[in-house]
T-cell receptor, first 114, second 114 residues
Framework: EDQVTQSPEALRLQEGESSSLNCSYT??????LFWYRQDPGKGPEFLFT???AGEEKEKERLKATLTKKESFLHITAPKPEDSATYLC???????????????FGQGTILTVHP | EPEVTQTPSHQVTQMGQEVILRCVPI?????FYWYRQILGQKVEFLVS????????KSEIFDDQFSVERPDGSNFTLKIRSTKLEDSAMYFC????????????FGPGTRLLVL
């Protein structure tokens, strides 16, 4: 069964305290690994796509990396406005009539205190 | 910047009633999706739609659910006879083309079945 698992479930940081979120996946037919940010009561907001092991992408204080079995979202010197749930999702292509779908992890709730 | 829009933002209905959730995908996008998120749980795939037909559906998407693209802009999800367990946040998503391109999500419709 395709699985995406995120850890930790919740992370509390002080402003400026860097850390990393983990996403491990056991997905057959994985064609990409996506990171989204979700604020309470809102839809997922796209952050990054990673397609191959060794790939890295950066945006402001966030940096995403990918290995063959997991991805990390590194947060450097976070600010309170970085507080949100960070979702990892595998892009799975099942073949046949499927054009692919996202399989999500349960998310990491990040709280950054001033 | 183009975005996916959804209406209504909140819907309260009685068990057994029919509901229609509406979405306007990004205008040049060709692939459309519905996902749902029960409170405190993962975002889960319901159905994908391309070229005016369903391309893939999950086990959740039973005969009570249907999707339609009634015109060139709207994409709807109908639940014929709602159950208590249908209470969730429903997200519409769209992507332009290609098997690995980013899906962009709408803000969601919060459905409460009483």
């Amino acid at each position: 069964e395709d699985q995406v698992t995120q850890s930790p479930e919740a992370l509390r940081l002080q402003e400026g305290e860097s850390s990393s979120l983990n996403c491990s996946y056991t997905v057959s037919g994985l064609r990409g690994l996506f990171w989204y940010r979700q604020d309470p009561g809102k839809g997922p907001e796209f952050l990054f796509t990673l397609y191959s092991a060794g790939e890295e992408k950066e945006k402001e204080r966030l940096k995403a990396t990918l290995t063959k079995k997991e991805s990390f979202l590194h947060i450097t010197a976070p600010k309170p406005e970085d507080s949100a749930t960070y979702l990892c999702a595998g892009w799975v292509y099942a073949g046949g009539t499927s054009y692919g779908k996202l399989t999500f992890g349960q998310g990491t709730i990040l709280t950054v205190h001033p | 910047e183009p975005e996916v829009t959804q209406t209504p933002s909140h819907q309260v209905t009685q068990m057994g009633q029919e509901v229609i959730l509406r979405c306007v995908p990004i205008s040049n996008h060709l692939y459309f999706y519905w996902y749902r998120q029960i409170l405190g749980q993962k975002v889960e795939f319901l159905v994908s739609f391309y070229n005016n037909e369903i391309s893939e559906k999950s086990e959740i998407f039973d005969d009570q659910f249907s999707v339609e693209r009634p015109d060139g802009s709207n994409f709807t999800l109908k639940i014929r006879s709602t159950k208590l367990e249908d209470s969730a946040m429903y997200f519409c998503a769209s992507r332009r083309t290609g098997y690995q391109e980013t899906q962009y999500f709408g803000p969601g419709t919060r459905l409460l079945v009483l």
